[in-house]
């Protein structure tokens, strides 16, 4: 009896001393949780700060002159022979629906004065945008939004894609122009949409990875799992659309210009196609997946592309610098990827 006494006392001491272990692992969690949480709104704060911050100041620097003029209209009294009130809310429409043309006018002219500069720039802001879209494709708030990698997407658009494809489209203009044949167009898309692309590809993916400081052999791995991929998403749409670039319908100051824009609508279209196949039928598991996932490291139209195969269950490539997907086994080809814990179906 005392043998039993001392083991259910003995028990009760273990049980009690598991039960604190216990509340201290939850009451840890619940710190922890909460400190995440704290950790989100912060970056969710940041974020909105940072994005209204460069929001108002892009527009304002756009729009300052025809507000001033606008503000002007009404501030001042110009007597009610001059500018009664009907005609200065005219005045004011007209300058609003103007402001297309000029701002156009405005870059015109300022691109000659130094090409590469301000083609860099336009790049740089419509990749910095087709990344922020991508991101929002995939499911990202503001408190999950990336923004050091929109800021690594315009970097490589700066960098890379403004110069180059300034002095591209000027060779192409010099040696597969022709005289201005009507057929030159024809030789320009096929000249882009093979060797230019894949070299553009790959020079995005080196300048995406060098700034996020990955392994080059990990970037040349995605390099050459993402050049067919990415050929078949660019022909879906740019040969239509470089059918106006490469002709002399676009001025050649404008003509990059006109690119950048036509990717971030390509970039709107994939975003609306892959939306439409819904993520309604996923698992809580695989939206969670899809949220935290890694970018591809390619430009943001393939980056959409490759996202929406995952979501189809059609992934044929995934990142090997992520350690977070897993290959289905070769013994088994029927197993299906996974993320983080979350399933993906192969294709059949």
Not at 111 to 129: E, H, M, R
Not at 134 to 162: C, E, N, T, W
Not at 262 to 272: A, K, Y
Not at 302 to 323: C, K, M, N, P
């Given at each position: 009896?005392a043998?039993?006494?001392?083991?259910?006392?003995?028990?009760?001491?273990l049980?009690?001393?598991?039960?604190?272990?216990?509340?201290?692992?939850l009451?840890?969690?619940?710190?922890?949780?909460?400190?995440?949480?704290?950790?989100?709104?912060?970056?969710?704060?940041?974020?909105?700060?940072?994005?209204?911050?460069?929001?108002?100041?892009?527009?304002?620097?756009?729009l300052?002159?025809?507000l001033?003029?606008?503000?002007?209209?009404?501030y001042?009294?110009?007597?009610?022979?001059?500018?009664?009130?009907?005609?200065?809310?005219?005045?004011?429409?007209?300058?609003l629906?103007?402001?297309?043309?000029?701002?156009?006018?405005?870059?015109?002219?300022?691109?000659?004065?130094?090409?590469?500069?301000?083609?860099?720039?336009?790049?740089?802001?419509?990749?910095?945008f087709?990344?922020?879209?991508?991101?929002?494709?995939?499911?990202r708030?503001?408190?999950?939004?990336?923004?050091?990698?929109?800021?690594r997407?315009?970097?490589a658009?700066?960098?890379?894609?403004?110069?180059?494809?300034?002095?591209?489209?000027?060779t192409?203009?010099?040696?597969?122009?022709?005289?201005?044949?009507?057929?030159?167009?024809?030789?320009?898309?096929?000249a882009?949409?093979?060797?230019?692309?894949?070299y553009?590809?790959?020079?995005?993916?080196?300048?995406?990875?060098?700034?996020?400081?990955?392994?080059?052999?990990?970037?040349?791995?995605?390099?050459?799992?993402?050049?067919?991929?990415?050929?078949?998403?660019?022909?879906?749409?740019?040969?239509?659309?470089?059918?106006?670039?490469?002709?002399?319908a676009?001025?050649?100051?404008?003509?990059?210009?006109?690119?950048?824009?036509?990717?971030?609508?390509?970039v709107?279209?994939?975003?609306?196609?892959?939306?439409?196949?819904?993520?309604?039928?996923?698992?809580?598991?695989?939206?969670?997946?899809?949220?935290?996932?890694?970018?591809?490291?390619?430009?943001?139209?393939?980056?959409?592309?490759?996202?929406?195969?995952?979501?189809?269950?059609?992934?044929?490539?995934?990142?090997?610098?992520?350690?977070?997907?897993?290959?289905?086994?070769?013994?088994?080809?029927?197993?299906a990827?996974?993320?983080?814990?979350?399933t993906?179906?192969?294709?059949d």
């Amino acid at each position: 009896r005392a043998e039993n006494a001392q083991l259910l006392a003995k028990n009760k001491e273990l049980q009690g001393a598991a039960d604190d272990a216990l509340a201290d692992i939850l009451k840890g969690d619940a710190v922890a949780k909460i400190a995440r949480q704290a950790l989100l709104n912060n970056i969710r704060t940041i974020n909105l700060v940072l994005i209204t911050t460069f929001g108002l100041g892009i527009a304002y620097s756009l729009l300052e002159t025809d507000l001033r003029a606008i503000f002007a209209l009404y501030y001042f009294d110009l007597g009610p022979d001059v500018y009664p009130g009907f005609a200065r809310t005219g005045v004011a429409i007209d300058l609003l629906l103007r402001l297309p043309g000029t701002l156009l006018h405005q870059y015109e002219d300022l691109v000659p004065t130094n090409p590469v500069f301000y083609k860099a720039c336009t790049s740089g802001v419509a990749y910095t945008f087709g990344d922020f879209i991508s991101q929002i494709y995939q499911g990202r708030d503001l408190k999950s939004l990336d923004l050091p990698r929109s800021a690594r997407s315009g970097a490589a658009g700066f960098i890379g894609h403004g110069p180059l494809c300034h002095y591209w489209m000027l060779t192409m203009e010099r040696y597969l122009d022709y005289g201005g044949a009507w057929w030159a167009t024809g030789i320009k898309v096929l000249a882009d949409q093979t060797v230019w692309s894949l070299y553009l590809n790959a020079m995005y993916s080196f300048l995406i990875g060098t700034l996020a400081f990955r392994n080059p052999k990990e970037v040349w791995k995605d390099v050459k799992a993402t050049s067919w991929p990415a050929l078949r998403v660019s022909w879906r749409f740019w040969p239509f659309v470089h059918c106006i670039s490469f002709s002399h319908a676009v001025p050649i100051d404008l003509k990059l210009l006109w690119v950048d824009v036509m990717e971030i609508v390509w970039v709107t279209i994939l975003s609306q196609v892959a939306n439409q196949d819904g993520k309604e039928d996923m698992t809580e598991e695989q939206v969670a997946a899809l949220e935290s996932m890694p970018a591809f490291g390619v430009d943001p139209a393939l980056d959409i592309e490759l996202t929406s195969q995952v979501l189809r269950g059609e992934l044929i490539f995934a990142s090997a610098s992520s350690g977070l997907w897993t290959e289905p086994s070769s013994a088994d080809p029927t197993e299906a990827w996974t993320f983080e814990g979350a399933t993906f179906p192969t294709s059949d």
